[in-house]
């Protein structure tokens, strides 16, 4: 059994003490009563040690991330007056208003954080906010450049493609040989060498967290260390130039569908693996 520790701030280590003038530290021993005594005794709350050790291990954790507010936003986190205290909700902690205060400086600065983080108890790591296609969505919904892309990868949505191209140029059928279909797209130049990467994006394969994560791998084991907070920042500054690249090639698709499409399949369709085609190259 364990006695609850105080409602104080569980990260003071990082606030500045003020100078406290006690008869404690005045080297002379503080007498009470023994009456006095038992009556402090009766008033302690004792609780399992399970319980003690996770509520010890909850008030470590958010002084790793105010250590972290700190670390990236020194000038803020000194101005800040808002509460370190964990709150509890329906049994479980939560963030304090100085962790969401630092949050939010995060998704603003640093990489983006999902909505989650501010409306729920506490989560186990950084979580990783999918930036990708979800193969999930609604693909109606989708830019048509983005729905395009999908059908090649998926060889499915024969809507779209009747919708847009002749019956004499369609998708074909077969496995590709990649190394052909970006050496052709680098010989078309123009926009029309990063459908590579356009293939990439829709097929979660960039190589990039946060553009290859979904839904149900996006709770990887990220904890609050600058070690992790260092990876997210520079993975999502490599994102970023993916869109970079991508934007002005989705913007043109989608301006000119039929052109556009019709590049897209015939670059696609050349890329079928067969037996000559090293000549395919060299033609």
Not at 239 to 255: E, G, T
Request: hydrophobic fraction near 40%.
């Amino acid at each position: 059994m364990c006695a609850s520790a105080s409602p104080s701030n569980p990260a003071g280590i990082l606030t500045p003490s003020r100078e406290v003038h006690s008869p404690i530290f005045s080297g002379v021993p503080l007498i009470v009563s023994a009456t006095t005594a038992i009556q402090r005794l009766r008033t302690v709350r004792f609780i399992p040690a399970r319980q003690a050790i996770a509520q010890l291990a909850v008030w470590q954790e958010s002084s790793h991330i105010l250590q972290l507010y700190r670390r990236y936003f020194p000038q803020e986190f000194a101005r800040s007056t808002t509460s370190t205290v964990v709150p509890i909700h329906q049994g479980e902690p939560c963030y304090s208003e100085r962790e969401l205060e630092f949050f939010r400086l995060i998704d603003q600065r640093l990489f983006p954080l999902p909505e989650v983080m501010y409306d729920m108890e506490r989560l186990p790591s950084i979580p990783l906010y999918p930036q990708g296609i979800d193969w999930e969505d609604e693909r109606e919904n989708l830019r048509l450049s983005l729905r395009a892309a999908m059908a090649l990868v998926s060889d499915d949505d024969s809507m779209l493609w009747e919708a847009w191209l002749p019956v004499n140029l369609r998708p074909a059928l077969g496995e590709r040989n990649w190394e052909l279909f970006d050496e052709l797209c680098r010989r078309s130049r123009g926009l029309a060498v990063r459908f590579p990467l356009l293939l990439e994006f829709v097929g979660l394969d960039t190589g990039n967290a946060w553009l290859d994560s979904n839904w149900e791998c996006c709770w990887e084991n990220y904890p609050w260390e600058e070690s992790a907070m260092e990876y997210l920042r520079k993975e999502w500054r490599k994102a970023k130039r993916i869109f970079a690249q991508l934007n002005p090639l989705l913007d043109r698709m989608d301006q000119h569908p039929r052109y556009w499409l019709k590049q897209l399949v015939k670059l696609w369709n050349r890329a079928i693996k067969t037996p000559t085609h090293h000549a395919t190259i060299a033609a």
